[in-house]
């Protein structure tokens, strides 16, 4: 298994490949989801060493971290990194909410749905319009002291938002979303979080199913599919460049004897801004074919194709 990794400031460590659960128990975001199988794609990670969940009250309205609850109670909690997120506030239609009391309330009721007694990670899920993202983290670092979270993280932030939650130098954690084919974070944000000791972790980074060369048949999406309706420009506009550039990189997953999803983590995994990568799963063996990127090995010639090969694609 992989080294781990450090989460920001904080003393929670990981192995840098997690499980992104918004496909357990998720009813809400995906149709058909079946809560069984759901429970054995975190136990398939868990027998093959991923360390990190990644989940939120978003993922079912609770439903997801109530199946991650269930399930850990059969394996060792200390080697789990439990991470959540919250800000959907059903007392507003669901509308992001970082008010302090919001968020402490949220934090007990993540734990009870866990059924633990401290969560490792614990995001800011979404900004929401006025409360001083400062004041919300501030927050959060006394339920960090009290015992209750290890770690302290924001989602969906924007630059300015990142570090204005970040003014008491309290944020460890940021996850957004990012892949080879939406690399905006590289400019300002990356910097940024190194500077201050900010781990990064990229969502959605097979970029729903794109880097996964399953559309390499598909002339194209529109108003309707979900794909287009999610990412407009990915499989809009970009659609073609985009299926054209993962095609180039097809040789090396044959070279290696794999898919190009594990080529495409590898490159992630390899990527020193880069902490954790939490790519999802509906199946057990999609967990099983993820994992087999830890022992891909790029050599620095790949890693820099495949860097340039998406380089320029948002020109």
């Given at each position: 298994?992989?080294e781990?990794?450090k989460?920001?400031?904080?003393?929670?460590v990981?192995?840098?490949?997690?499980?992104g659960?918004?496909?357990?128990?998720g009813?809400?975001?995906?149709?058909?989801?079946?809560?069984?199988?759901g429970?054995?794609?975190?136990r398939?990670a868990?027998?093959?060493?991923?360390?990190?969940?990644?989940?939120?009250?978003?993922?079912?309205l609770?439903?997801?971290?109530?199946i991650?609850?269930?399930?850990?109670?059969?394996?060792?909690r200390?080697?789990?990194?439990?991470a959540?997120?919250a800000?959907?506030?059903?007392?507003?239609?669901?509308?992001?909410n970082?008010r302090?009391?919001?968020?402490?309330?949220?934090?007990?009721d993540a734990?009870?749905?866990?059924?633990?007694?401290?969560?490792?990670?614990?995001y800011?899920?979404?900004?929401?319009?006025d409360?001083l993202?400062?004041?919300?983290?501030?927050?959060?670092?006394e339920?960090?002291k009290?015992g209750?979270?290890?770690a302290i993280?924001?989602?969906?932030?924007?630059l300015?938002?990142?570090?204005?939650?970040?003014?008491?130098?309290?944020?460890?954690?940021v996850?957004?979303?990012?892949?080879?084919?939406?690399?905006?974070a590289?400019?300002?944000?990356?910097?940024?979080?190194?500077?201050?000791?900010?781990s990064f972790?990229?969502?959605?980074?097979?970029?729903?199913?794109?880097l996964?060369?399953?559309?390499?048949?598909?002339k194209?999406?529109?108003d309707?599919?979900?794909?287009?309706?999610?990412?407009?420009?990915n499989?809009?506009?970009?659609?073609?460049a985009?299926?054209?550039?993962?095609e180039?990189?097809?040789?090396i997953a044959?070279?290696?004897?794999?898919?190009?999803?594990?080529?495409?983590l590898?490159?992630?995994?390899?990527?020193?801004?880069?902490?954790?990568?939490?790519?999802?799963?509906?199946?057990?063996?999609?967990?099983v074919?993820?994992?087999?990127?830890?022992d891909l090995?790029?050599?620095?010639d790949?890693?820099?194709?495949?860097?340039?090969?998406?380089?320029?694609?948002d020109?």
């Open positions: 298994m992989a781990q990794v989460i920001g400031k904080s003393d929670v990981s192995t840098p490949l997690g499980l659960t918004n496909k357990v128990g009813h809400n975001l995906f149709p058909d989801l079946v809560d069984a199988q429970a054995e794609v975190v398939t868990l027998d093959h060493g991923i360390e990190m969940l990644d989940t939120a009250y978003m993922y079912g609770g439903r997801s971290e109530e991650i609850g269930q399930v850990i109670k059969d394996y060792d200390h080697k789990i990194v439990l959540t997120k800000a959907h506030d059903p007392a507003q239609k669901l509308a992001p970082n302090p009391e919001f968020l402490k309330k949220s934090v007990d734990l009870k749905r866990l059924q633990t007694d401290y969560i490792d990670v614990f800011i899920h979404f900004p929401d319009k409360t993202k400062y004041e919300a983290v501030g927050a959060l670092e339920e960090k009290a209750k979270i290890r993280g924001v989602s969906n932030f924007s300015d938002q990142v570090k204005e939650a970040n003014q008491d130098g309290y944020v460890d954690i996850e957004g979303k990012y892949s080879l084919v939406q690399r905006e590289e400019q300002g944000l990356w910097p940024y979080l190194q500077d201050n000791h900010i972790v990229p969502y959605e980074p097979l970029a729903l199913g794109l996964t060369g399953k559309y390499k048949d598909a194209g999406f529109g309707g599919d979900w794909q287009f309706d999610h990412d407009p420009i499989f809009g506009t970009r659609f073609q985009n299926q054209a550039s993962v180039k990189i097809r040789p044959e070279k290696h004897h794999t898919q190009l999803a594990d080529v495409f590898a490159w992630y995994l390899a990527n020193p801004n880069i902490s954790v990568v939490i790519p999802g799963a509906r199946k057990p063996e999609q967990v074919q993820n994992v087999q990127a830890l090995q790029l050599s620095q790949e890693y820099q194709l495949i860097d340039q090969t998406f380089q320029n694609l020109k």
